[in-house]
Structure formats: structure tokens, C-alpha cells
């Protein structure tokens, strides 16, 4: 099946617009994906770019969106030269984000294509910190579609996720110096570069604390729900995925041994395949978006 590619552009009121790459396939669609990158990630990274076209060749519109304060630009969407919007960055900004793309997947447009899309099954993905927001996406983008009579989000993928944001934060010290000094730098050991976040980021969980517990969004999200993580992950340790399973009302955990915190791919990614751990993940979640269940 041919892919084809198309850019997105979601303008927003009052802030940044959203780009993003959509995967579509060429004949019959199945329904629409959304792709949530995690922590000092993007839309470009490593493999993601496969994905999409693996999911399109399975008749999947597949949908992968920088959020607005990731660090990158359009005109430089895979490399961190925004620095200032990285700091200012928050979680509530980027569930704002990534509720106001699941609404307009869900809006049909005046076109026969964006009428019937709209109409289709619809998904959110989530790798790491991306797979939190997808948890917290789904359950409140759902709930506000049904609320106005639109089709809600019937699936929700986890890849290697946060269970909960709390727990992310420095303590003690660390903390108290984050707050006197209103900037926590840190390192993207790939890029070599110092990043920080402004004391904002705190604040803002602080704030909307209810809002970004993960646990209350899953325990209230009615859809399906698949949460997939190697055991192996050293960024985001096995357990939070196995609470993420319990929590999940129609959830199904798929562990695999090996494959890390990005199931085998790297950035770059100059292969023309996937990785194996990354094929496993991706074939694992169409089967359960088509089937209902992960494979046995």
C-alpha cells in the first residue's frame, strides 16, 4: 500500500500553532491515530517516522505533532533551538495541546474525506512522558466529545509511560534551590546541550495537580486501553506500567524482556526498518486497535 504524506497545521487562538505529519494510507481507512512524543523528544525522533508509515501501510491515518513548547521549531522541527519555550513549557500546556488536536480530529470539516474520517475510530498514542499526556488526553477529550454529541476516543496506547507526574520533581534541597533560583537546568545528554525549566513548570503542576493525575484520568477513561513497556527500561521502571494495567478499566499490559525505554531505536535512526523490539510494540498495537486485545 502507497503512504502518503501530508503536513498538519492546527492553528490555535492566543498561542503557538501546532504542526505536525500526517501517514495516510492511499485506499480504505480504518481510523485516525494520534502520536504523542515524550520528554525531550519530538515528532522526528529515531523511528517514529517508520512507525507512521507502518500504520499507514495497515490503512491507519497516522497523525505525529510536535507539542508547541518542545524545544524545536517548524522550520527546525529536530533540533532543540528553542530554548526559552522548552523552559516555559508545562504539562497542563501540552494537555491543552494535545485535548484541542483529539476535538479537531473529531470536528468533521466541509470535505466528503474529513466528514468520513471524523466518523472513524479514534486512538491516542503515548511514549513516556507523551504517554502520560495521552492518558490524560483521552479520558478528558473523550468526555467533553461525548458531552456534545461527537464520537469519543474509543483507544488508548501507552509505550513505556509515566504513571504519575508528581513523582517526576526533585525533592528537598534540589527543590528548594529550583525555587530560589527559578531555573532547574538540565542535561540533553545527546545533544550535549544545558537545558532548564523555569520554576513555572512546578508551580503550574502544583496549580492543576487534580488535573494531571494520571490515576483519577485512567480510572475514568471508559475505552479500551493497551499499555505496552519493556522490562528492561531504565528511564521509566516496569512498575509504572503495571499500574497504569491496574488502574485501566479494559486495559491489556504487554511486557516485553528486552527493548528499553525506546524499544530499540536511537536517534538518528538510519535503518529502513524497525527496530525488533519497536516492531513487536507496533504490531502488538494494531492488532489490539483492530482486534481489541493484544496478541497471545
Known sequence: MTVLHRPFLLQCDGDRDLHGRWHLPDSK??????????????????????????????????????????????SRPAEFTDLDAFAANTYSRELDEATEVLRALRT?????????????????IGHSRGGGIACLAAAE??????????????????????????????????????????????????????????????????????????????????GRMLVAHSQDDAAVTVD?????????????????????????ASEPWTDAFLPDAMQAVTQTTLHFLEEGRAVR
Open 141 to 222: 477529550a473523550d468526555k467533553k466529545l461525548r458531552e456534545q454529541g461527537l464520537r469519543g476516543v474509543e483507544s488508548l496506547v501507552t509505550w513505556a509511560a509515566v504513571a504519575d507526574f508528581g513523582s517526576r520533581f526533585p525533592t528537598g534541597e534540589e527543590l528548594d534551590a529550583w525555587k530560589a533560583t527559578g531555573r532547574r537546568e538540565i542535561v540533553n545528554h545527546r545533544t550535549r546541550q544545558r537545558l532548564h525549566h523555569n520554576w513555572s513548570f512546578h508551580e503550574d503542576f502544583t496549580a492543576n495537580e487534580q488535573r494531571l493525575h494520571i490515576e483519577s484520568a485512567v480510572l475514568h477513561y471508559p
Open 108 to 124: 468533521p470539516g466541509s470535505t466528503e474525506e474529513s466528514q468520513r474520517a471524523a466518523s472513524l475510530p479514534l486512538a491516542v
Open 240 to 264: 509504572h506500567a503495571e499500574r497504569l494495567s491496574e488502574w485501566g478499566r479494559a486495559s491489556d499490559l504487554f511486557l516485553l524482556e528486552q527493548g528499553g525505554h525506546t524499544f530499540g
Open 29 to 74: 481507512e480504518k481510523g485516525t491515530v494520534l502520536f504523542l512524543h515524550g520528554y525531550k523528544g519530538y515528532m522526528d525522533w529515531g523511528a517514529w517516522a517508520l512507525v507512521g508509515d507502518h500504520f499507514a501501510s495497515q490503512g491507519w491515518r497516522f497523525l505525529r505533532i510536535n507539542f508547541s513548547h518542545n524545544g524545536t521549531t517548524p
